[in-house]
């Protein structure tokens, strides 16, 4: 059954600490440990409306004619010319990811932190821990 889900496992497995590891064997065990769940079944459900859209998107594609494709490629082409036209480099966007900046601080102010694992975050979310104890995760 592990099949009907891989679509919900976006694991990486090439993150630090997760170098050797198997995805296969990863994505089984989030897998088993989820059946049963509200999560899993609703990712069943998930998964099975969007293969029908992509099934149905693909009978759509298979229909249409050399004309149609070409005028489709015109359009987008046209929407993309007009979108490049209205592009403003006014506004300057900085997104600053502040987890490593938090671990950084409370290991400075409590240095025996420096070689155990650390992790910041609540009780709903843990957003950092050291990369180095990744490989020492328990599933």
């Given at each position: 059954m592990s099949g009907d889900l891989e679509g919900c496992c976006r694991y990486s497995t090439s993150k630090a600490g997760m170098e050797g590891l198997d995805k296969a064997t990863i994505m089984n065990i989030i897998l088993e440990n989820s059946k049963g769940s509200k999560f899993y079944e609703n990712e069943l459900r998930r998964e099975k409306a969007l293969r029908q859209q992509t099934e149905q998107k693909l009978k759509v594609i298979k229909s249409l004619t050399p004309a149609m494709l070409k005028s489709g490629e015109l359009e987008a082409d046209h929407i993309l010319k007009d979108l490049g036209q209205?592009?403003?480099?006014?506004?300057?966007?900085?997104?600053?990811?502040?987890?490593?900046?938090?671990?950084?601080?409370?290991?400075?102010?409590?240095?025996?932190?420096?070689?155990?694992?650390?992790?910041?975050g609540s009780n709903s979310m843990l957003v950092r821990f050291r990369k180095d104890y990744l490989s020492y995760t328990v599933w």
């Open positions: 209205k592009r403003r480099f006014s506004r300057i966007i900085v997104h600053v990811d502040m987890d490593a900046f938090y671990a950084a601080v409370e290991i400075r102010d409590q240095p025996e932190l420096r070689h155990h694992p650390v992790a910041v």
